[in-house]
């Protein structure tokens, strides 16, 4: 069982808008600003998309967002094409002595 | 910009142990953290554990304290991470990745499969 929840699975359409939940606790999420995102394709590496809850790095589209509120922290992906579809992986600081803690993941279908 | 390359898939029999590298290029290494995390086929990532190469010292995740050794060269600009005592569970692919700011990863290497198996 994953420290920070996600749900298992997500799915949109081309163009449409979807939004990925990552719950944590006081202790991770809800304690820290230091909240990132990862995109990760079969067989390849993650990807960071989103750090400190809402920094996008360079070369990151803009349809990528990262919000957080209290202990659940959100990445929402607008304008859905057929490359967003790839499982993401939200992670979150938990102090010094756990240090980060990843979520299950959720697997993004674009219909 | 820095670049991590890791060194290639091993298939290693139940209770021995692996060393996997992760050399960096393009960037000072000396002022970056590195970490290392695991996925087990199918499943999420799990962090393992970091160095920061100027200073040394790795802090590990609990679950690996004692069975896991992270080193860094900094002559060579790369970083290791050895298991003992290997088990069937720990059939995973191996990432290392800089830590930019405490769990912010980037970029990533292109991971080593490990497989156990007898």
């Known amino acids: 069982q994953s420290a920070l929840t996600q749900p298992a699975s997500v799915s949109g359409s081309l163009g449409q808008s979807i939004t990925i939940s990552c719950t944590g606790t006081?202790?991770?999420?809800?304690?820290?600003?230091?909240v990132s995102w990862y995109q990760q394709h079969p067989g390849k590496a993650p990807r960071l998309m989103i750090y400190?809850?809402?920094q996008r790095p360079s070369g990151v589209s803009d349809r990528f967002s990262g919000s957080k509120s209290g202990n659940t922290a959100s990445l929402t992906i607008s304008g859905l094409q057929a490359e967003d579809e790839a499982d993401y992986y939200c992670c979150s600081y938990a102090g010094f002595k756990t240090y980060v803690v990843f979520g299950g993941g959720t697997k993004l279908t674009v219909l | 910009q820095v670049q991590l390359v890791q060194s290639g898939a091993e298939m290693k029999p139940p209770g021995s142990s692996v060393k996997v590298s992760c050399k960096a290029s393009?960037?000072?290494?000396?002022?970056?953290?590195i970490t290392w995390v695991r996925q087990a086929p199918g499943q999420g990532l799990e962090w393992m554990g970091g160095?920061?190469?100027?200073?040394?010292?790795?802090n590990y995740a609990q679950r690996f304290q004692g069975r896991v050794t992270i080193t860094a060269d900094q002559s060579t600009n790369t970083a290791y991470m050895q298991m003992n005592s290997l088990r069937s569970e720990d059939t995973a692919v191996y990432f290392c990745?800089?830590?930019?700011?405490?769990?912010?990863?980037?970029?990533w290497g292109q991971g080593t499969l490990v497989t156990v198996s007898s």
């Open positions: 006081s202790s991770d999420v809800g304690n820290y600003n230091l």
């Open positions: 160095i920061v190469p100027s200073f040394g010292s790795a």
């Open positions: 400190e809850a809402s």
């Open positions: 990745a800089i830590d930019r700011n405490y769990g912010w990863f980037d970029p």
């Open positions: 393009g960037g000072n290494f000396r002022t970056y953290a």
